[in-house]
């Protein structure tokens, strides 16, 4: 009977930590790393001389003469560095904050004397020998958070060249009234565009047997129509008829004296911003790329963004944020937003100067993105806001999560426009490693950062985490905040804690659209309305408000008078207002001309004592075609019109008149 060979022991895959130990204790032979003694290289292992080289052993390809496939003992980015005489001529020093890598190390099977794979593994699992210094891990100090005790580099900035002096491009002599600021917004040239569209709306709701009875309304009774709006913001009831109850608990005597209360029913519902008959042609082309849904608001629009942009420069800093104008009438236009006070309505983009509010720019979002950059709703908005006019002008933007990312601040620094902004921390290129990382549960006021180029990313610790980017910041220059805390027992104290300076002046800047809807939520005139583009008028007017208030602000500092607070402003343009139609009514005047009296008659007047500043686009020109800016206008008829040797629309348009 034969005899089987015992079956020799399946050698240990995995080590306990005592016998890895004492593996690297034992000193070294030939029969597990082959070191060349013969090598006159002034590096005592090839990953060292890796290192040295600029290489990283872990990311690029080491040729060791092997056909087995090369792995790291230890996790990216850590390395086992044995120090060395030669770490003295040129290693740097490590990093006082030191870990020792979780993943156990990688245990290789003896090479062969002379094995060509022997210098390879010298890589995989660098030897300590018997009474040399203990290892320490080295880290790449660029690839990690740092703290408020590492330095930051103070960035450079653009200087602050704007095209116009900052603020109202206005004459600073003359005093303004609230009406002469708000027809800076509502002209009245842009009035007589809303009273003819509302005139051939009412004929045609007329001949299509509608009840109201119409009557064509005038520029002065327009101007009225809009006092008795703004009224409404200054006196709240349940319904528009309550203005004019006879019931003893309302009894409001001044709408009555404008207008009754069918007129303004009447106007109300006729009111019409585009013409009837070009909306007809527009809804033709519903479905194709030519139909445009913004038209029946369009005339309105496009004056009103003109006039914001003209008769007023921002100053350095300016914030960009949205604006829900509330709606829940059914239309594609309508969004909602979970997170924001108005849930349903219209979306506006606003780019505001952050110390006044002045609302500078805007555009209403249409549902889909009409721009092809490629790179984002986010990114297109903040370029369509910032416009040619203030890009390359040393500008600094302030923006939330939505809009920040390093690819818009990149773009915008190459422009010589500075931005700083709260991030989300998903962003590509955005710092990923855990390496002295923010902990969970850090004490408030906690700050780490880091520099990636011009960008500075910062996170700090309030109540909870808060990331920013910025690209004119330094991470810390030694700024405070006070905060109320409680301690064990429950008393409440306040502390001082470091904030970053990116931190800061977000909070201090960042409010511009705030301050704005603020002003405008205080006395808003927006009521209930069947049609969409109604909203969009009611909204319009409180814009000319508040920017002809902030205006009237702005001119009384200059000339060192108190300003009137927001309601006495809107109480005086109400009266200003509802006086024009009485005016109009009163003064017939004379058939003559030659006969009316010279305020009456139609002379050239100039926006603004600078030739550039204020200009408006022709009426004659635009009417041929033309896009021609003046700063010349009619002070009776206010119609932005040419007046140059060549070219004289002044006298053409009045003739044609």
Same mark, same amino acid.
């Given at each position: 009977?034969?005899?089987?060979?015992?079956?020799?022991?399946?050698?240990?895959?995995?080590?306990?930590?005592?016998?890895?130990?004492?593996?690297?204790?034992?000193?070294?032979?030939?029969?597990?790393?082959?070191?060349?003694?013969?090598?006159?290289?002034?590096?005592?292992?090839?990953?060292?001389?890796?290192?040295?080289?600029?290489?990283?052993?872990?990311?690029?390809?080491?040729?060791?003469?092997?056909?087995?496939?090369?792995?790291?003992?230890?996790?990216?980015?850590?390395?086992?560095?044995?120090?060395?005489?030669?770490?003295?001529?040129?290693? !740097? @020093?490590?990093?006082? %904050? *030191?870990?020792?890598?979780?993943?156990?190390?990688?245990?290789?099977?003896? =090479? /062969?004397? +002379?094995?060509?794979?022997?210098?390879?593994?010298?890589?995989?699992?660098?030897?300590?020998?018997?009474?040399?210094?203990?290892?320490?891990?080295?880290?790449?100090?660029?690839?990690?958070?740092?703290?408020?005790?590492?330095?930051?580099?103070?960035?450079?900035?653009?200087?602050?060249?704007?095209?116009?002096?900052?603020?109202?491009?206005?004459?600073?002599?003359?005093?303004?009234?609230?009406?002469?600021?708000?027809?800076?917004?509502? !002209? @009245?040239?842009?009035? %007589? *565009?809303?009273?003819?569209?509302?005139?051939?709306?009412?004929?045609?709701? =007329? /001949?299509? +047997?509608?009840?109201?009875?119409?009557?064509?309304?005038?520029?002065?009774?327009?101007?009225?129509?809009?006092?008795?709006?703004?009224?409404?913001?200054?006196?709240?009831?349940?319904?528009?008829?309550?203005?004019?109850?006879?019931?003893?608990?309302?009894?409001?005597?001044?709408?009555?004296?404008?207008?009754?209360?069918?007129?303004?029913?009447?106007?109300?519902?006729?009111?019409?911003?585009?013409?009837?008959?070009?909306?007809?042609?527009?809804?033709?082309?519903?479905? *194709?790329?030519?139909?445009?849904?913004?038209?029946?608001?369009?005339?309105?629009?496009?004056?009103?963004?003109?006039?914001?942009?003209?008769?007023?420069?921002?100053?350095?800093?300016?914030?960009?944020?949205?604006?829900?104008?509330?709606?829940?009438?059914?239309?594609?236009?309508?969004?909602?937003?979970?997170?924001?006070?108005?849930?349903?309505?219209?979306?506006?983009?606003?780019?505001?100067?952050?110390?006044?509010?002045?609302?500078?720019?805007?555009?209403?979002?249409?549902?889909?993105?009409?721009?092809?950059?490629?790179?984002?709703?986010?990114?297109?908005?903040?370029?369509?806001?910032?416009?040619?006019?203030?890009?390359?002008?040393?500008?600094?933007?302030?923006?939330?999560?939505?809009?920040?990312?390093?690819?818009?601040?990149?773009?915008?620094?190459?422009?010589?426009?500075?931005?700083?902004?709260?991030?989300?921390?998903?962003?590509?290129?955005?710092?990923?490693?855990?390496?002295?990382?923010?902990?969970?549960?850090?004490?408030?006021?906690?700050?780490?950062?880091?520099?990636?180029?011009?960008?500075?990313?910062?996170?700090?610790?309030?109540?909870?985490?808060?990331?920013?980017?910025?690209?004119?910041?330094?991470?810390?220059?030694?700024?405070?905040?006070?905060?109320?805390?409680?301690?064990?027992?429950?008393?409440?104290?306040?502390?001082?804690?470091?904030?970053?300076?990116?931190?800061?002046?977000?909070?201090?800047?960042?409010?511009?659209?705030?301050?704005?809807?603020?002003?405008?939520?205080?006395?808003?005139?927006?009521?209930?309305?069947?049609?969409?583009?109604?909203?969009?008028?009611?909204?319009?007017?409180?814009?000319?408000?508040?920017?002809?208030?902030?205006?009237?602000?702005?001119?009384?500092?200059?000339?060192?008078?108190?300003?009137?607070?927001?309601?006495?402003?809107?109480?005086?343009?109400?009266?200003?207002?509802?006086?024009?139609?009485?005016?109009?009514?009163?003064?017939?005047?004379?058939?003559?001309?030659?006969?009316?009296?010279?305020?009456?008659?139609?002379?050239?007047?100039?926006?603004?004592?600078?030739?550039?500043?204020?200009?408006?686009?022709?009426?004659?020109?635009?009417?041929?075609?033309?896009?021609?800016?003046?700063?010349?206008?009619?002070?009776?008829?206010?119609?932005?019109?040419?007046?140059?040797?060549?070219?004289?629309?002044?006298?053409?348009?009045?003739?044609?008149?």
């Amino acid at each position: 009977m034969a005899f089987k060979t015992p079956p020799k022991p399946r050698k240990r895959l995995f080590y306990g930590v005592a016998e890895v130990l004492a593996e690297f204790e034992r000193p070294s032979d030939t029969e597990d790393f082959v070191e060349s003694e013969s090598s006159d290289s002034n590096y005592d292992s090839a990953e060292e001389e890796a290192f040295l080289r600029g290489r990283d052993p872990a990311g690029d390809e080491i040729d060791s003469g092997s056909g087995e496939e090369w792995e790291p003992a230890f996790p990216k980015r850590s390395r086992l560095v044995t120090p060395t005489p030669a770490a003295s001529r040129g290693l !740097s @020093s490590p990093l006082p %904050r *030191t870990s020792t890598p979780t993943q156990r190390p990688t245990v290789k099977k003896k =090479a /062969a004397q +002379g094995s060509p794979s022997s210098s390879g593994a010298a890589l995989l699992s660098p030897r300590r020998q018997v009474g040399s210094p203990p290892q320490v891990l080295e880290q790449d100090e660029e690839d990690r958070w740092h703290d408020i005790t590492d330095e930051d580099e103070e960035p450079s900035l653009f200087r602050f060249l704007p095209k116009r002096p900052p603020g109202p491009q206005l004459l600073p002599n003359p005093i303004y009234s609230p009406l002469q600021l708000f027809q800076l917004f509502f !002209s @009245s040239s842009v009035v %007589r *565009t809303l009273v003819d569209n509302t005139n051939k709306f009412g004929e045609v709701s =007329a /001949a299509a +047997g509608k009840k109201i009875k119409w009557a064509e309304v005038s520029v002065g009774e327009f101007y009225a129509f809009i006092g008795i709006i703004v009224y409404m913001g200054l006196v709240k009831v349940k319904s528009i008829k309550d203005l004019w109850s006879k019931n003893q608990l309302y009894q409001f005597a001044f709408p009555s004296t404008v207008m009754s209360s069918k007129r303004f029913a009447a106007i109300s519902s006729n009111l019409h911003m585009s013409d009837p008959q070009e909306d007809e042609e527009n809804m033709k082309k519903k479905g *194709t790329p030519a139909y445009d849904r913004l038209f029946k608001i369009k005339p309105l629009y496009t004056n009103i963004l003109s006039a914001c942009r003209s008769f007023f420069q921002p100053r350095r800093e300016l914030s960009i944020d949205e604006r829900m104008v509330a709606s829940k009438a059914r239309n594609g236009l309508k969004q909602y937003m979970k997170a924001k006070p108005t849930k349903w309505g219209y979306k506006l983009f606003i780019l505001a100067d952050s110390a006044s509010g002045y609302t500078w720019n805007f555009f209403v979002y249409e549902g889909r993105s009409a721009f092809t950059s490629g790179k984002g709703l986010s990114y297109d908005t903040v370029h369509t806001l910032l416009d040619f006019s203030l890009l390359g002008h040393g500008y600094r933007v302030y923006m939330d999560n939505f809009y920040t990312s390093p690819t818009l601040f990149t773009d915008l620094l190459q422009n010589n426009t500075l931005a700083c902004g709260t991030l989300r921390s998903n962003w590509q290129g955005f710092l990923h490693t855990k390496r002295n990382d923010l902990p969970k549960r850090a004490e408030r006021g906690t700050i780490r950062w880091y520099r990636h180029g011009k960008l500075l990313y910062v996170k700090w610790m309030d109540t909870r985490a808060v990331t920013m980017c910025s690209t004119m910041h330094k991470a810390y220059k030694g700024d405070t905040v006070e905060r109320r805390v409680k301690d064990k027992q429950g008393v409440w104290s306040t502390i001082s804690v470091p904030v970053p300076a990116a931190v800061k002046d977000y909070n201090k800047h960042m409010g511009g659209v705030d301050l704005s809807d603020a002003l405008i939520g205080y006395y808003n005139v927006l009521h209930k309305c069947r049609k969409w583009y109604k909203t969009f008028f009611f909204h319009f007017i409180d814009i000319g408000i508040v920017n002809s208030f902030i205006l009237h602000q702005q001119l009384a500092d200059i000339h060192g008078q108190a300003s009137l607070t927001q309601k006495a402003f809107r109480e005086a343009l109400v009266i200003e207002l509802t006086n024009v139609m009485k005016r109009s009514e009163e003064v017939a005047g004379p058939s003559d001309p030659s006969k009316q009296p010279a305020q009456e008659k139609c002379m050239p007047a100039f926006f603004s004592g600078d030739g550039t500043a204020g200009r408006r686009k022709c009426e004659n020109c635009k009417k041929e075609g033309r896009q021609t800016k003046t700063p010349v206008f009619c002070a009776k008829c206010d119609v932005a019109l040419c007046l140059v040797p060549s070219r004289n629309c002044f006298k053409q348009w009045h003739d044609e008149k």
